[in-house]
């Protein structure tokens, strides 16, 4: 089966105010893959994500998707399209509960909202459990199900996963990451960005490693996981 190109970031260049963050970045992600953006603190993993869904502005080069270009489009006018950031679980709304802020990820599409709702709640059931609570009482990992929850209700084609560890206790990783594992298997296109390179790894069909700003190796996450040097360099050994 050959696989469409979904994702597609060319030359990119990136950065705030005169100090480029990214330079000439080129990843590609094909449709129904798991890719993994691999690096240490302050490579540009993050920048790179926000650009790609269209939160901070590209100084040069294209982000395309399913061979159309997204420079000049808005975040919104991505999600539209199907490329949808889950962010850091912190940035669910606090004083909001639990359903509303899972039917906030329908706000362009109010269609079968129900429905998608009570899906999104028999895939987390704990959310089910905490459905009028507010959200800012809820847990760390109870957290991050609630952004990917609110991620997933606006259909996405492909999901930018932005830290989903980040903070959270062990188990709860493991619940997330099989969530993840879920939605790869059912063919839902993946761009993870994590510090836990292994695991990172463990889930995702390919890699990418940022230094500096700029694409330093590629390859099957298989691959990359078993590279020394890489490992060595770029990812805390
Ligand atoms: P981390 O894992 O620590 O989040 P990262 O690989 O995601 O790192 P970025 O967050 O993209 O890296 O940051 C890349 C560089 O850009 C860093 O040097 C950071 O200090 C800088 N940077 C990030 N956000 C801003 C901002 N809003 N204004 C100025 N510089 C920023």
Do not use: C
């Amino acid at each position: 089966v050959s696989r469409l190109d979904a994702l597609r970031v060319v030359n990119l260049t990136a950065g705030y105010g005169a100090a480029p963050v990214l330079s000439g970045v080129e990843i590609e992600v094909r449709q129904g893959e798991a890719v993994a953006l691999l690096g240490a603190n302050g490579a540009g993993k993050s920048t790179l994500m926000r650009v790609i869904a269209g939160l901070h502005p590209a100084a040069d080069g294209q982000v395309a998707f399913e061979g159309g270009l997204l420079n000049s489009l808005s975040a919104n006018e991505r999600v539209r399209k199907g490329v949808v950031l889950s962010p850091e679980g912190r940035q669910v709304f606090p004083e909001l509960t639990v359903r509303d802020n899972i039917r906030l990820g329908a706000f362009l599409d109010r269609r079968d909202i129900e429905a998608r709702t009570q899906a999104m709640l028999a895939r987390f059931p704990r959310l089910a459990e905490r459905l009028h609570q507010r959200a800012g009482l809820l847990s760390g990992g109870e957290q991050q199900m609630l952004a990917l929850a609110r991620a997933l209700m606006s259909k996405p084609k492909v999901l930018l996963l932005d830290e989903p560890s980040l903070g959270l206790a062990p188990r709860v990783i493991d619940e997330i990451f099989g969530a993840f594992r879920d939605l790869r298997d059912q063919d839902l296109t993946l761009l993870i960005v994590d510090q836990m390179a292994g695991l990172a790894l463990s889930i995702s069909d390919r890699a990418y490693v940022l230094s500096g700003g700029q694409v330093v190796a590629q390859g099957r996450s298989a691959q990359i996981a078993a590279d020394p040097a890489v490992n060595a360099a770029y990812l805390g050994g």
